[in-house]
């Protein structure tokens, strides 16, 4: 046990080394001359002099592997260097906006496996209702619209047409409702797709059987029997989907002015301003990398057949 | 695990939830009763209007926290701000400012030639820096001309250049004579705490890249603003800001880019809103890369000319929220603008002169920046503009790039479609910065303009006092650009911006500013 833990982790430190190596190049390589662009951003078109002075002071004018050296020797300490755009330091920036980004994804999460948990249950109950058909026909439609158009149509029909909920920002209980549920409903049509076929599978099982001819409730033998004989593959397809949910708050952090690190990606991207574009791509990549390293880690706990492997 | 990290999420949330509370009271306050009591007021903008410490400028001076010595008007034209008036000496060589009278900073110090002066210094030696919205020049010299010192003299500011320079205020207007009490730098040039400005409002609240909350300034010397406190949201995404509009949620939104084009039509139709458009100093030009072939031709530049059809642009494509392009200066700068006949749209004079000239054998390369095309509807513009081009007889491909320069300084472009503004007045930075033979943007970007006849006009214009005859320099220089043709100018554009119909007194200059000080609720 110890050794698998030992192999898993330096095979963990190998992988970190990589991704650090493919996101410093990922941004130190991207077209474009962040001086330049940086002192265009006043809408002034600067002087050579003015250019060169920049890249001197923000040090672009060193040997890539110099600047990675230097850059990962910063990230170790903490220092994730200062934003091109406002000279602050960006490590502050985005810690200070991660919990605002766990909050709507542990909300979305909590729609995802909500929504698919209880559709599923209710699909594994009355299979051949009307209501378990609609839920199989929204699931595919779900899948089918991107998030965005999602986002925009809850925007103008619960916060523009009933003036329900805020549009957007981060005030207030209300506000995380739209969008969780936009980020959260394709996660949830790609849970309940899983659980259900696992479910109606389990439910084809002898045990099942054995429950009913003992005279136990459907209820009691789906949501208690059932359930945890389909959950295996919907659990590992969680963590899947919760990786999912940090990349798709990109796109609804922007929709709905959230004001967490995905927003903070977009803007920033716009700008040009490398290195908070840097610090997120470095903080989600090892943010997933540290998650799936944990899950493989519990799986080899909880199941000997992976052990012995 | 999947329980275990919920719950630590779910905590985390009540927790949040509950330190927010006072702050979400507040805010659904100023948005849903700003309009009637007059007390609150909340705006959306597309970008945040305060920068911080490490800003040359800390806010943008829309917010009206700080106030310039001089300011621009919807024509471009230098008006006095806290400087009273102005006059200049020695042909242009020494401006002297008379400062307004009974002005106080924020903090209740008075505003003094020396408080002036040390802005100025302040500025002299932090550049060159960058800033988020106006950045400061290599030695100011861009901006002020060669500066050989700037005195209190009596109560007065004054400054002694070099060379003569004819529109020193035009040039001052805004960012660039930005006076803040003394106090609130750090000896490194840097702001010690908040900024601490002459204007209607106080910056009371900042939460980086969300909100900017403004109350009334007790010491302001004009007469005190209607609305005593307005919060300023940063709302980035164009639908989620017209969304928070219709949502009651923002009483309007302003700054550049508010609305764009394409959502003008819509609100504007709504009696619930009033839409104000004004003239800014955003124009979009279509660049020529004369150093290689095919555009080294005139003739060819002159049938790409013709066979653009600036109404359409303006009208259709940028849905009236601009007006054809004519002169190389727009509007916006009043007389100093060519008004000679605007450019034809002739294309069968433009397929002659293909014909004549002969036509490439690969398509032209009409290049546009990723980054342009969110704000304007640039890709349409450039499939018109390719149409147009191929009816012609000049086969054209278009190229939507993110990093544009690199492709610039290589060369490998026909025609660049991009928006350029001017922060003030002053008309000869278009010209040097942009077409004078050893300009960076014309040489860098392979331009190949070489008019030593123009770079003389500008150089004679830059240094001429009489306004006269500095106009005429400048309506030479833009004859002379319309017949050489290295930029063309495509459309002028307006800055829409919108509020509801319970707020008054909306009013924006060429350079997106809104008095904010202005606004007043509607009974």
């Known amino acids: 046990m110890t050794a698998v833990l030992l192999r898993r982790a330096v095979e963990l430190l190998l992988t970190l080394l990589t991704l650090s190596v493919l996101v410093f190049l990922l941004t130190s390589l991207a077209p474009g001359d962040p001086a330049e662009e940086l002192l265009r951003r006043g809408g002034?078109?600067?002087?050579?002099?003015?250019?060169?002075?920049?890249?001197?002071?923000?040090?672009?004018?060193?040997?890539?592997?110099?600047?990675?050296?230097s850059w990962l020797l910063d990230v170790l300490r903490g220092d994730l260097g200062r934003s091109y755009a406002d000279r602050s330091p960006v490590a502050g920036e985005v810690l200070a906006r991660v919990p605002v980004t766990l909050r709507l994804a542990g909300a979305a999460a909590l729609v995802a496996v909500g929504l698919a948990v209880l559709a599923s249950v209710w699909a594994g109950l009355r299979p051949h209702s009307l209501v378990s058909r609609?839920?199989?026909?929204?699931?595919?439609?779900?899948?089918?619209?991107?998030?965005?158009?999602?986002?925009?149509?809850?925007?103008?029909?619960?916060?523009?047409?009933?003036?329900?909920?805020?549009?957007?920002?981060?005030?207030?209980?209300?506000?995380?409702?739209?969008?969780?549920?936009?980020?959260?409903?394709?996660g949830a049509a790609?849970?309940?797709?899983?659980?259900?076929?696992?479910?109606?599978?389990?439910?084809?099982?002898?045990?099942?059987?054995?429950?009913?001819?003992?005279?136990?409730?459907?209820?009691?033998?789906?949501?208690?029997?059932?359930?945890?004989v389909a959950a295996p593959n919907a659990v590992t397809a969680?963590?899947?989907?919760?990786?999912?949910?940090?990349?798709?708050?990109?796109?609804?952090?922007?929709?709905?002015?959230?004001?967490?690190?995905?927003?903070?990606?977009?803007?920033?991207?716009?700008?040009?301003?490398l290195p908070v574009v840097q610090a997120y791509v470095l903080v989600t990549a090892v943010a997933t990398v540290l998650v799936l390293a944990v899950a493989e880690v519990l799986l080899t706990v909880c199941d000997p057949r992976v052990r012995r492997r | 695990m999947l329980l275990a990290f919920l719950g630590a999420v779910l905590a985390a949330c009540g927790a949040q939830n509950g330190a927010q509370d006072s702050v979400q009271n507040s805010v659904q306050d100023g948005g849903q009763n700003g309009g009637q009591d007059g007390g609150q007021l909340t705006l959306a903008a597309p970008r945040d209007l305060v920068a911080g410490p490490q800003d040359p400028y800390y806010t943008h001076q829309t917010l009206r926290v700080w106030e310039p010595l001089v300011t621009v008007d919807d024509r471009l034209r230098p008006v006095p701000a806290l400087a009273a008036s102005w006059e200049s000496a020695q042909d242009g060589r020494r401006w002297t400012f008379t400062l307004r009278e009974g002005v106080r900073f924020s903090d209740g110090t008075t505003l003094t030639a020396e408080a002036v002066v040390a802005n100025i210094e302040r500025f002299r030696r932090i550049a060159p820096r960058p800033s988020a919205f106006f950045s400061l020049d290599a030695g100011m010299e861009a901006a002020y001309g060669k500066l050989t010192g700037v005195r209190a003299e009596a109560g007065k500011v004054a400054f002694t250049l070099e060379e003569p320079v004819a529109?020193?205020?035009?040039?001052?207007?805004?960012?660039?004579?930005?006076?803040?009490?003394?106090?609130?730098?750090?000896?490194?040039?840097?702001?010690?705490?908040?900024?601490?400005?002459?204007?209607?409002?106080?910056?009371?609240?900042?939460?980086?890249?969300?909100?900017?909350?403004?109350?009334?300034?007790?010491?302001?010397?004009?007469?005190?603003?209607?609305?005593?406190?307005?919060?300023?949201?940063?709302?980035?995404?164009?639908?989620?800001?017209?969304?928070?509009?219709?949502?009651?949620?923002?009483?309007?939104?302003?700054?550049?880019?508010?609305?764009?084009?394409?959502?003008?039509?819509?609100?504007?139709?709504?009696?619930?809103?009033?839409?104000?458009?004004?003239?800014?100093?955003?124009?979009?030009?279509?660049?020529?890369?004369?150093?290689?072939?095919?555009?080294?031709?005139?003739?060819?530049?002159?049938?790409?000319?013709?066979?653009i059809d600036r109404r359409a642009i303006a009208e259709k494509l940028l849905a009236g929220t601009a007006r054809p392009g004519g002169a190389f200066l727009s509007p916006a700068f009043g007389d100093l603008a060519d008004p000679g006949p605007a450019p034809a749209c002739d294309p069968a004079r433009a397929r002659e002169l293909v014909t004549a000239a002969g036509a490439p054998a690969e398509p032209v390369t009409i290049l546009v920046s990723s980054a342009e095309t969110g704000q304007f509807p640039y890709t349409d513009v450039a499939e018109v503009l390719r149409a147009a081009l191929e009816q012609a007889g000049l086969p054209a491909k278009v190229?939507?790039?993110?990093?544009?320069?690199?492709?610039?300084?290589?060369?490998?472009?026909?025609?660049?479609?991009?928006?350029?503004?001017?922060?003030?007045?002053?008309?000869?930075?278009?010209?040097?910065?942009?077409?004078?033979?050893?300009?960076?943007?014309?040489?860098?970007?392979?331009?190949g303009y070489r008019s030593p006849e123009f770079d003389e006009l500008i150089d004679r214009a830059a240094t001429t006092t009489d306004a006269d005859a500095r106009r005429d320099l400048y309506h030479r220089a833009q004859r002379l650009l319309a017949a050489?043709?290295?930029?063309?100018?495509?459309?002028?554009?307006?800055?829409?911006?919108?509020?509801?119909?319970?707020?008054?007194?909306v009013t924006q200059n060429a350079a997106y500013v809104v008095d904010l000080g202005k606004l007043v609720p509607v009974r």
Request: glycine share 10%; aromatic share 8%; charged share 20%.
């Open chain 1, 44 to 69: 002034v078109q600067p002087t050579p002099a003015d250019v060169a002075a920049l890249r001197a002071e923000l040090g672009l004018d060193r040997p890539l592997a110099e600047r990675y050296v």
């Open chain 1, 134 to 186: 609609a839920i199989g026909f929204v699931t595919v439609a779900v899948t089918g619209v991107p998030p965005y158009v999602v986002g925009i149509l809850l925007i103008s029909v619960v916060a523009v047409g009933l003036r329900a909920l805020p549009t957007g920002g981060d005030d207030g209980p209300g506000a995380v409702v739209l969008p969780a549920l936009t980020l959260g409903l394709p």
């Open chain 1, 190 to 228: 790609t849970l309940l797709r899983l659980l259900r076929a696992d479910l109606a599978g389990a439910l084809r099982l002898p045990f099942a059987r054995l429950a009913a001819a003992k005279g136990l409730r459907p209820r009691r033998t789906v949501v208690v029997h059932a359930l945890r």
């Open chain 1, 238 to 273: 969680t963590g899947l989907v919760l990786a999912e949910l940090v990349a798709g708050a990109v796109v609804v952090e922007t929709l709905f002015s959230w004001p967490g690190v995905g927003q903070l990606a977009v803007s920033a991207i716009r700008q040009r301003d």
């Open chain 2, 167 to 307: 529109d020193l205020p035009g040039r001052l207007a805004g960012f660039f004579s930005m006076v803040q009490s003394p106090k609130a730098f750090a000896a490194s040039g840097d702001f010690a705490g908040g900024p601490v400005g002459t204007g209607p409002y106080t910056l009371a609240e900042w939460v980086k890249g969300q909100r900017a909350v403004l109350t009334a300034n007790p010491h302001y010397h004009g007469a005190a603003p209607a609305y005593r406190r307005i919060e300023v949201r940063v709302i980035p995404d164009a639908n989620a800001r017209v969304a928070a509009l219709q949502a009651g949620e923002v009483d309007g939104l302003i700054d550049k880019g508010a609305l764009l084009p394409g959502q003008v039509a819509a609100v504007a139709a709504d009696s619930a809103y009033r839409v104000v458009r004004s003239p800014s100093v955003l124009t979009h030009y279509l660049t020529f890369n004369a150093s290689r072939e095919p555009f080294s031709d005139p003739r060819l530049r002159e049938a790409a000319d013709l066979a």
């Open chain 2, 399 to 447: 190229s939507v790039v993110e990093a544009t320069k690199s492709v610039m300084e290589a060369g490998d472009y026909d025609l660049f479609l991009s928006a350029y503004s001017v922060p003030n007045g002053d008309a000869d930075y278009l010209f040097r910065r942009f077409l004078r033979s050893d300009a960076a943007w014309n040489v860098e970007r392979r331009l």
């Open chain 2, 484 to 505: 050489d043709r290295p930029m063309v100018p495509l459309a002028y554009q307006d800055n829409p911006i919108v509020t509801t119909a319970k707020v008054g007194g």
